[in-house]
C-alpha cells in the first residue's frame, strides 16, 4: 500500500506502532489496576486494530480477548491476558524490528 515511498515510510510507522503500544499496553495495566473496564476496551481495541495492520495476529488475538472483557464492564479476567499480550507484544517487537532493520540496510 505504500508503494515506492515503503522504504522511507515504513520504519516510521514501524517506530510510531511501537512506541504507542507500550504505550497502549501501560494503559490496559492502569484500567485494570483502576478498574476502569471502559478504558481496558478501548485502549485493547486500539492495540488490538495496531497490531491487524502489521500482521501480529497472535497480539491482536490476545487483544480482542481483553477487549471483550471490557466491553462485559468488567475487568475481572485481564491479567492473565495482559500477561499474554506482554509476551504477544515482545515477539512482534522482535519481528517488527527485524523488518526494520531490513528496510534501512536496502539501498
Given amino acids: ?6 522504504g522511507e515510510m515504513l520504519p516510521m510507522l514501524i517506530d510510531t506502532f511501537l512506541e504507542e503500544a507500550d504505550q497502549l499496553q501501560q494503559d490496559a495495566c492502569w484500567a485494570v489496576e ?3 473496564p471502559d478504558v481496558l ?3 485493547a481495541h486500539t492495540l488490538k ?4 495492520n502489521f500482521g501480529a ?7 480482542l480477548e481483553l477487549e471483550n472483557v471490557g466491553r462485559k464492564d468488567t475487568v475481572d479476567g485481564a491479567t492473565g491476558l495482559l500477561v499474554q499480550i ?3 507484544l515482545a515477539q512482534a517487537k522482535t519481528a517488527l524490528l527485524a523488518v526494520r532493520k531490513q528496510m534501512k540496510e536496502r539501498p
Avoid at 1 to 6: D, K, S, V, W
Avoid at 49 to 52: M, V, Y
Avoid at 57 to 63: E, F, G, H, P, Y
Fill in 86 to 88: 506482554e509476551k504477544d
Fill in 1 to 6: 500500500m505504500l508503494g515506492t515511498q515503503a
Fill in 34 to 36: 483502576e478498574n476502569h
Fill in 49 to 52: 486494530s495496531n497490531a491487524a
Fill in 41 to 43: 476496551r478501548r485502549t
Fill in 57 to 63: 495476529t497472535a497480539l491482536a488475538s490476545a487483544c
